[in-house]
């Protein structure tokens, strides 16, 4: 099967501080800064897809748990990804 590559351009304006580090990424790399946007955010959508499924993970052990210990420590995990610290 053919693997697609096409292509969606879209304009995003970063903020000054935002442009500046990524174009230091890029020149690091040497990439373009377009490549090292891409990939941050591949990274960031595929870190929430892990969070989302560490969430029902979670879910699914303090659905199945007996232990108040353990229930607890889940209740406080879950509370942690939904809220923050």
């Not at 304006?13 to 800064?33: C, D, E, G, H, Q």
Request: overall charge positive.
């Amino acid at each position: 099967m053919a693997i697609s590559n096409n292509v969606s351009r879209q304009s995003v304006a970063l903020p000054a501080r935002l442009a500046k580090r990524v174009k230091a990424i890029a020149k690091s790399r040497k990439v373009s800064a377009n490549r090292v946007i891409v990939e941050l955010i591949e990274e960031g959508l595929n870190a929430k897809l892990r969070e989302k499924e560490h969430f029902f993970d979670v879910a699914e052990r303090l659905a199945t748990s007996k232990n108040p210990d353990e229930q607890r420590r889940l209740k406080e995990e879950l509370a942690r990804l939904t809220f923050g610290e």
